[in-house]
């Protein structure tokens, strides 16, 4: 279930550095592609929400145990200190790593809640908060059946982001931006697009940018609609794993399996 958000992280991490403004790349899995700070975090919180604690305990452990993954500077100072307290950021961050919230709540009070919860030990700016609030929605109303164009009022209502843009207007000029605020919409829109889970990913990569999280968040929430990723992509994200990785991996879809698909 956590699939999704990983896939688009390892898809989009050779583009992160290396921008294009199509979707039709050939390989789908480039050479060097790999995970990053995206999977790692989003796997803390699957860690959390499986095991218990705290959520700055849990991003600590994980980022210090992968400490090469391609943090944030801010988050990066905040990984290693004893007493940590949140910068105020409004970085994407926070909206990477939130979708195992939309699949282990039950309720929208209770999704939104738990990624205010999970947000805010980093990103506690409004904005941040907002990000995660919006990814966190949208993968728990895709799971639940919701449509997409349910999906977009439902988000648009809540978080004011604009979601009536096409990925045509947005490309030609959008260009390396880390926050929520400017990165976020984008995601969704290009779930909102996508005709299948393969084509959120490649869509999600084609606007340039932060890549890797932009098809991590695009990728999260179209598992949720879409239902079973492809198995080629499924196998080349579980062998591309650190063998580490995939026990809390397994073991979130073990406690949450997805009753909707």
Not at 98 to 121: F, K, M, Y
Not at 187 to 196: G, K, P
Request: charged share 25%; hydrophobic share 40%; glycine share 8%.
């Amino acid at each position: 279930m956590m699939l999704g958000a990983i896939a688009g992280d390892i898809i989009g991490s050779i583009f992160e550095s290396k921008n294009i403004k199509h979707a039709d790349f050939e390989p789908l899995f480039q050479i060097n592609t790999t995970w990053t700070d995206d999977t790692v975090l989003t796997l803390a919180t699957a860690d959390l929400l499986t095991y218990g604690g705290t959520y700055a305990d849990v991003y600590q452990i994980y980022g210090c145990r992968y400490p090469f993954a391609g943090y944030g500077g801010s988050f990066f100072e905040w990984m290693k200190k004893e007493n940590p307290a949140p910068y105020n950021s409004w970085g994407n961050g926070a909206g990477m790593r939130v979708s195992p919230i939309g699949w282990a709540r039950d309720s929208v009070d209770e999704v939104l809640a738990e990624a205010e919860r999970s947000a805010e030990v980093t990103h506690n700016h409004p904005e941040g908060i907002k990000g995660a609030k919006a990814i966190a929605l949208a993968v728990y109303l895709a799971r639940t059946g919701v449509s997409k164009e349910k999906i977009r009022r439902e988000i648009e209502d809540r978080f004011e982001y604009n979601l009536s843009r096409t990925l045509d207007e947005i490309r030609p000029k959008y260009g390396f931006d880390v926050s929520c605020q400017g990165s976020v919409p984008e995601a969704i829109i290009a779930f909102l697009e996508s005709t299948d889970f393969e084509s959120a990913i490649r869509l999600a990569i084609s606007i340039g940018g932060d890549s890797d999280t932009i098809a991590c968040m695009a990728g999260s929430i179209a598992q949720a609609h879409y239902g079973k990723i492809p198995a080629a992509i499924t196998d080349t994200c579980r062998e591309k794993l650190h063998k580490r990785l995939l026990p809390v991996l397994d073991e979130f879809c073990e406690k949450y399996p997805d009753v909707d698909k």
